[in-house]
């Protein structure tokens, strides 16, 4: 088994162990892109801050994972919400095109559930800002899921609406 990445680090060690483990003590790394270059490549990593001592275990492939993120729906506007209750009710009756889903405090965007969600989006209308909140997130991270809920965070650097 391999696995080649390419890390810009103060510091690495590692440490073979058996069963074909290793230990690796990595400084200066942001340990987030580290744990995704390794899930996505359906290896499994376990970081411990003392040998033995395992803080974060992953064993699931990234077959079987489903990555969301949550936020605000401060970051779409009262049009948008409007636009997603209605097409939740038109999905609904459809169930094999269900891919927005009301929670109550606001709406499942089932992703992965489209080949192109954001054009998507702009062919029901959606505002050109909640189309960049989507595709910008998509393009940061791997979601699959996006949780718009009104007690979600707010994004930095996202733009808001008060509505």
């Not at 948008?80 to 405090?105: P, R, V």
């Not at 949780?147 to 650097?157: E, Q, R, Y």
Request: with cysteine.
């Amino acid at each position: 088994m391999k696995l080649s990445l390419n890390v810009e680090a103060d510091s690495i060690n590692v440490l073979a162990l058996n069963m074909g483990r290793i230990a690796v003590d990595i400084d200066g790394i942001g340990l987030a892109e580290l744990i995704d270059v390794i899930c996505n490549n359906g290896y499994s990593l376990r970081i411990a801050d003392a040998p033995g001592n395992p803080v974060v275990e992953t064993l699931l492939s990234p077959s079987v994972r489903l990555p969301g993120l949550c936020c605000s729906t401060a970051h779409i506007t009262c049009e948008d919400n409007a636009i997603l209750a209605q097409a939740f009710l038109q999905c609904h009756k459809d169930s094999h095109n269900a891919w927005i889903h009301d929670t109550g405090y606001g709406y499942l965007l089932r992703l992965n559930a489209r080949r192109y969600p954001v054009l998507e989006l702009k062919r029901m209308g959606l505002s050109t800002a909640c189309r960049r909140l989507v595709a910008s997130l998509m393009r940061r991270y791997p979601v699959d899921i996006l949780h718009l809920d009104a007690a979600g965070d707010l994004l930095p650097g996202v733009e808001t609406f008060d509505w």
